[in-house]
């Protein structure tokens, strides 16, 4: 079955540094979504990808989804403790249910 | 619009007993999944609910059962509980299938 790798599983960053969690599926993808889940609350959904080789930025983060369909990264400019968190991508395939992948959880030291 | 409702948001059961959890969806959404979250297991998927049916099943053993309503409310069914059923359980909601999901704060159960 469709699985989703993400890497890494833990970042610790100084603030004001960069911050990027990639995303890799064994099947091409229909979309890809990433969500954010702060500590003690639940995944809140930030976007959707569906466009092979889309860009989309939010403010100081940039989502990528691949030429293939098959991998996307989420990179975060200037890391700020607010940002602190757990990011998630998830990728549907079409008939199957959304897969999430295992998160990446930030910390930000200030 | 209300968000997901979850009920109970926390329960502590004893091994052996079965337990129901509740979801409403944010009105208009004819779309709900079910995920268990445990640390380090990230979100596993239980069920998928389209407008009463069962779309789709994680892979999770038959103690674990739900269903939609006409209303689009779903519950979800644990039977026979075990110590590592414990976990945070979400509701997530969409208006369409592998849409955005909306979820729920999530019911906390732990199984002693």
């Known amino acids: 079955g469709q699985q989703v790798m993400q890497i890494p599983q833990y970042q610790h960053v100084q603030e004001g540094e960069d911050f990027t969690t990639y995303c890799n599926s064994s099947?091409?993808?229909?979309?890809i979504q990433w969500y954010k889940q702060r500590p003690g609350g639940h995944p809140v959904f930030l976007i959707q990808l569906v466009k092979s080789g889309e860009v989309k930025k939010q403010k100081r983060l940039t989502f990528q989804f691949g030429e293939a369909k098959k991998n996307s990264s989420l990179h975060i400019t200037a890391t700020q403790t607010t940002d602190v968190g757990t990011y998630f991508c998830a990728g549907w395939e079409g008939n199957t249910p959304l897969v999430f992948g295992k998160g990446t959880r930030l910390s930000v030291i200030a | 619009k209300a968000g997901v409702t979850q009920t109970p948001r926390y329960l502590i059961k004893t091994r052996g007993q079965q337990v129901t959890l509740s979801c409403s969806p944010i009105?208009?959404?004819?779309?709900v999944s079910w995920y268990q979250q445990t640390p380090g297991q990230g979100l596993q998927f239980l069920f998928e609910y389209f407008s009463e049916t069962q779309r789709n099943k994680g892979n999770f053993p038959g103690r674990f059962s739900g269903r939609q309503f006409s209303n689009s409310r779903s519950e979800m069914n644990v039977s026979t509980l075990e110590l590592g059923d414990s976990a945070l359980y979400l509701c997530?909601?969409?208006?369409?299938?592998?849409?955005?999901?909306?979820f729920g704060p999530g019911t906390r159960l732990t199984v002693l």
């Open positions: 099947t091409t993808l229909s979309n």
């Open positions: 997530a909601s969409s208006p369409d299938i592998g849409g955005t999901q909306y």
């Open positions: 009105s208009g959404h004819r779309s």
